[in-house]
């Protein structure tokens, strides 16, 4: 059970990296104008994606150096 929570843990800690390194990326020059729904969504999604390769990344990480 707490290698779930450690799971989750790592999971939103990510999430919460990816959130923070895509703000320094400028969105406005490749997308459409007028489209801000599909923007954050975009962002969102983008943001998830990276989360769960990171987490994916430091729980293999974690595996092989058994810590």
């Not at 969105?27 to 990276?50: D, G, H, S, T, V």
């Not at 989360?51 to 058994?66: T, W």
């Amino acid at each position: 059970m707490t290698r779930f929570y450690l799971r989750l843990l790592i999971y939103f800690i990510s999430f919460a990296i990816s959130l923070y390194g895509l703000s320094a990326f400028d969105f406005n020059r490749f997308l459409k104008p007028n489209r801000p729904r599909q923007a954050q969504i975009l962002y969102l999604l983008l943001a998830m994606i990276m989360a769960y390769l990171f987490g994916e990344f430091v729980m293999k990480f974690m595996i092989y150096f058994q810590l």
